[in-house]
């Protein structure tokens, strides 16, 4: 059965269409984007994946112990650690590990916010939502 077999079309004048829980469930490819590197030479750059839901909550949980109080450590590495999560290889395997951090934070602040800012955007990050992890 087609995709398109399991919808339901709710109102024939609109036609609008309402998923099946198959439909929902069912992985779709994750967006990816090339963030060129201008900084690091001509042509350089990194891929970007959005992220799924547990990616994003497993991200967002690395800015709190137990408890749910705020490790401030951790708050001021948010770009970094960010960058560490997003950034891929070609084969879309992860490129940076945690014991990269403290060196991203050494990098030129334009890099950094390069990716953060593509981050942001193909993984539907909110400002808000990275001020809220810095402890803003």
């Known amino acids: 059965m087609s995709d398109t077999q399991q919808l339901e079309v709710v109102d024939a004048a609109t036609r609008q269409i309402v998923a099946t829980r198959e439909l929902?469930?069912?992985p779709i490819p994750r967006r990816r984007?090339?963030?060129?590197?201008?900084?690091?030479?001509?042509?350089?750059?990194?891929?970007i994946r959005e992220w799924t839901p547990r990616e994003r909550s497993e991200f967002e949980d690395q800015?709190?112990?137990r408890t749910g109080k705020p490790l401030p450590r951790m708050q001021k590495q948010y770009r970094e650690r960010l960058v560490v999560e997003v950034v891929r290889d070609a084969d879309d395997n992860r490129l940076l590990t945690a014991a990269d951090v403290e060196a991203l934070g050494n990098q030129a602040g334009g890099v950094i916010?390069?990716?953060?800012?593509a981050a942001?955007?193909?993984?539907?990050?909110?400002?808000?939502?990275?001020?809220s992890l810095a402890g803003n």
């Open 24 to 26: 929902l469930t069912k």
């Open 120 to 131: 942001m955007t193909v993984c539907r990050i909110r400002s808000s939502d990275l001020e």
């Open 33 to 47: 984007e090339f963030v060129e590197l201008p900084e690091l030479g001509d042509n350089v750059g990194v891929w």
């Open 63 to 65: 800015f709190t112990d």
């Open 113 to 117: 916010e390069r990716i953060v800012n």
